[in-house]
């Protein structure tokens, strides 16, 4: 079985300071995907990042960065310079390899940025 | 708007009553996915089709809930005899290729059982 903890369930930050958001995960498969989305308070999910399992290279998107650790399961994001309009709920997620299509959403972590 | 689309944006009906939400992909998507997404929740999957084909489905689609891809274009979610506890947000969610491609999500559908 698959699984997503996002322990921190809210965060509140001030602009410009950095924030990490945590992400462990639980699976038995070898090949798997992990993602990450955005929920802004206008409801509609966006997508940021997919990392397959294969690839531990941490990325960085301008403020964005992601740290995958397979020895931790963990796939951390952090915002750098933390802006308001990073206000959202994060989600952490996980799907198999092979096609296989189902896709396992973390709790979520709402972020608020105080200007 | 080339993005997902859903319809209606927000329902409220009474307990027992029957509705259907319709969802739109993106044109060029054979991949298309239910999502239900509660408060201080996670999306949480349903169902997804490729093409016209439903290849998968959740425990949480118990028998009154039925979805469709007649052509392989937009998708309907039916539930019946709706109960307060299916009060969520109901998301769609498409995407292309093979593999674990992103997905990318319409706005929802809010349903409100009175």
């Known amino acids: 079985a698959q699984k997503v903890t996002q322990a921190q369930t809210e965060i509140s930050v001030v602009e410009k300071e950095d924030v990490t958001l945590d992400c462990v995960y639980e699976t038995r498969d070898t090949t798997y995907y992990l993602f990450w989305y955005k929920q802004p308070p206008s409801g509609e999910l966006v997508f940021l990042i997919r990392?397959?399992?294969?690839?531990?290279q941490n990325e960085i998107s301008g403020r964005y960065s992601w740290n995958f650790q397979k020895s931790t399961s963990s796939f951390n994001f952090t915002i750098t310079a933390s802006q308001v309009v990073d206000s959202a709920v994060y989600f952490c997620?996980?799907?198999?390899?092979?096609?296989?299509?189902?896709?396992?959403f973390g709790i979520g972590t709402k972020l608020q940025v105080i200007p | 708007d080339t993005g997902v689309s859903q319809n209606p944006r927000h329902k409220i009906t009474k307990r027992g009553q029957n509705v259907t939400f319709r969802c739109d992909p993106i044109?060029?998507?054979?991949?298309l996915y239910w999502y239900r997404q509660t408060l201080g929740q996670g999306p949480e999957f349903l169902t997804y089709f490729q093409n016209e084909a439903q290849l998968e489905k959740s425990r949480l689609l118990s028998d009154r809930f039925s979805a469709e891809r007649p052509k392989g274009s937009f998708s309907t979610l039916e539930i019946q005899r709706t109960e307060q506890g299916d009060s969520a947000m109901y998301l769609c969610a498409s995407s292309s290729g093979t593999g674990a491609h992103e997905q990318f999500f319409g706005p929802g559908t809010r349903l409100t059982v009175l």
């Open positions: 990392r397959n399992s294969f690839d531990e």
């Open positions: 997620a996980l799907s198999q390899g092979g096609g296989y299509q189902k896709v396992t």
């Open positions: 044109s060029e998507h054979n991949r």
